[in-house]
């Protein structure tokens, strides 16, 4: 009793201490929110609207009705083929183009489950096309972005595609791809003998031109990362030469012959060198060779066969692929050919690795058990994820922001399992969005070109 | 003699422990329900995400509670790691800055969010402990200590969790995580390697409605490099003015008028 009425103080103090601790606790209140849907976003495209008195758009004899209805398609087909947003249905649309421009009811446009809206004005003079556009988020009820752009009514497809890209940007955060074009080997004719012909398009398929005849075999045509300029291989006299083409000028030159077995030439992030793999005594290695001062240096120095190189797009690094461990595997090395590293280890066979533009990942192509799949991982070999499989694909190229890739895949042409067919096709990153890329004839060899508008 | 007393003692003490031991039982009241009860209430808060009717909530609640306690505890991380010192101790210098480094450690996002981005919240600069005032704390003393402590708990996640599930019931959370779901659409383009948590703030009316919202790390919405940040806070802003007004409960608004969202869309891109 006594040692209570000692310590009655410090008892009290006690209670009141942890009642005290007790209040604190009651502090903000915290929910974590860590799902949420993966729906594309509902997005509206109204029409552009065209200012009356406007003069009617003529491209190559053809004459474009509406023109601000054609523009919206192109950022619709765009959109759409993203992935990443739903182009909403034209005839939902309760508002016209023209006040929507002004200032859209936003009440209108979210009973239709919008949650964003674009619309637009185009102002058509004798040889200006004036384009604006707005992106309103309609939840917020406020501007995103507005822009206006002027250029040659002829150049309307480009203009839909830049929209488009800021479009992307200002709702991903990341840069678009929709203003870029496409390199790849037209093929005709039968298996045995096919005709090869570079050909052009922008990235939707519109615009396609042919830049060779087709009377020389033509390989694995490669973009610039920095500029308009292609790489390419052809076969000169039954040996392979290196060929350089400006696609704005369409001339042509030869970087120089290389010996047989030469294979895939790719520019570095520069542009300053090509990058390319041939056997000069029997073996294959990698070299670069400076495109001004034509000098070749030799990268690898191995017994084993050492072919596909890409770099890194920092130019530090540079990763290839070799059979030096007894199978075709991929391996990373410093850009002098130092340091090199195995980053490979699954089961199967690996090639083709390509550097994403944002250095986060290298793709492939793999094969393992009569099947070939397209995949990504790290640069440093962890976290492997294979995108497609199928019979026969490979080649992959990335869209300028890393996010698409594009390849080639031969198949049967017929139920009957006869015939030959090799289209292009595109995924992004998820593995979900796997979408066939039209072609006028069949197709190999893809390869994405940067932002034309950088 | 004193065998004998030794003896006594021994029997005595027996006695007492018998007795200590059969008191619970002879005190327990024959029927006793709410037990078993809560138990099963706690599986269905735990699985499910409809909200119990108003009445029944409450009624339950009281059951519940002195379970909950239980529960939590064993749910818990171990409590706040801090010395437990006594409050009329006065801080040395290099106490406080260990204090200090507890506290950023223990965010949410520990990694990522550095200390000029998390100072930028006006909500947040009165709870963040300024190195700046050490000596003033120390000449202070008392007090002073004491409510640094107090500010220390209300940081730690143990004891957030704990202020947390004095507000909202299981149930109740379930169901406003369940709304708020559904209005959230993730922008899909988002990067693999960053960090994508956004924490918003709240204010809120009775009726769920959002009087003020603040997005907490807002200098990192216009560093170079993040504008997938500004995306990912837009969608999170975005989902709840979709999904306004708020499921909140019907009742205990002071505890819930101030309320953090923390938008995180890591599990959801990195798998």
Known sequence: ?454 | MSKNIFLSLAFHSVMIVLTALSMPFMMRPPVDLPPILSVELIQITDTTSIPFAAKATETLEKIKKKQEEKKLVSKQAPPSEQKKEKPDRIPLPDDLDKEKKKIVEKKQNPKEVKETIRQASEFEKKELFDPNQIAALIDKAKEETAETIKKNEKLTQSSVKNSFANALTLSQEDALKAQIFGCWSLPLGLPYEENLLVRIKLKLKEDGTIMKSEILDHARMNKPGQGFYKVLAESALRALRICQPLRVPPTGYEKWKDLQLNFDANEMVKG
């Open chain 1, 1 to 454: 009793m006594k040692w209570l009425k000692d310590n009655m103080k410090k008892i009290y103090f006690f209670i009141i201490y942890f009642l005290l601790l007790n209040n604190a606790a009651f502090g903000l209140v915290e929910v974590d929110i860590t799902r949420g849907n993966l729906d594309p976003l509902p997005i509206a495209i109204s029409p552009l609207y065209v200012e009356p008195g406007s003069v009617e758009v003529k491209v190559e004899n053809d004459i474009i009705k509406n023109i601000g209805e054609e523009i919206s398609k192109v950022i619709e087909v765009n959109f759409k083929r993203s992935g990443l947003f739903n182009p909403l249905k034209k005839d939902s649309f309760v508002q016209n183009p023209d006040i929507a421009h002004i200032k859209p009811r936003f009440e209108d446009w979210r009973l239709i489950k919008a949650q964003a809206l674009v619309t637009g004005k185009v102002t058509i003079t004798k040889d200006k096309l004036r384009t604006e556009f707005r992106l309103w988020d309609v939840v917020a009820a406020k501007e995103m972005i507005a822009l206006a752009f002027s250029t040659t009514p002829d150049n309307w497809r480009r203009v839909a595609h830049i929209i488009s890209d800021k479009i992307y940007q200002r709702l991903t955060g990341e840069e678009g791809y929709f203003d870029t074009r496409i390199i790849y080997v037209s093929e005709t004719g039968e298996k045995t003998q096919r005709f090869k012909k570079l050909a052009i398009m922008d990235q939707d398929g519109a615009n396609l031109k042919y830049l060779t005849l087709g009377n020389e075999l033509v390989l694995t045509p490669r973009f610039s990362p920095k500029n308009q300029l292609v790489t390419y291989l052809s076969y000169f006299k039954n040996l392979p030469r290196v060929y350089l083409l400006d696609i704005e000028t369409g001339i042509q030159e030869v970087v120089g012959d290389f010996p047989g077995m030469t294979f895939a030439p790719r520019f570095s992030p520069d542009g300053k060198k090509i990058i390319m793999s041939f056997a000069k005594d029997g073996n294959s290695e990698i070299y670069t060779m400076d495109i001004e001062t034509r000098v070749v240096e030799k990268i690898t120095d191995h017994t084993s066969i050492d072919t596909s190189p890409s770099y890194s797009p920092d130019g530090k690094y540079i990763c290839f692929n070799s059979d030096r461990s007894g199978l075709q595997q991929i391996y990373v090395m410093k850009s002098d050919g130092s340091n090199v590293k195995r980053i490979t280890f699954g089961k199967g066979l690996y090639g083709t690795p390509v550097w994403s533009p944002r250095g986060d990942l290298i793709a492939f192509t793999k094969v393992h058990k009569g099947k070939f799949y397209i995949g990504v991982m790290r640069a440093d070999g962890s976290g492997e994820r294979l995108l497609t499989e199928n019979f026969y694909q490979e080649a992959p190229s990335w869209s300028p922001n890393g996010r698409v890739l594009i390849f080639y895949r031969e198949t049967k042409s017929d139920a009957d399992g006869k015939g030959f067919s090799a289209k292009l096709w595109s995924i992004d990153l998820t593995g979900y969005n796997e979408r066939l890329v039209e072609t006028e004839t069949d197709g190999s060899d893809p390869s994405w070109s940067s932002l034309l508008s950088k």
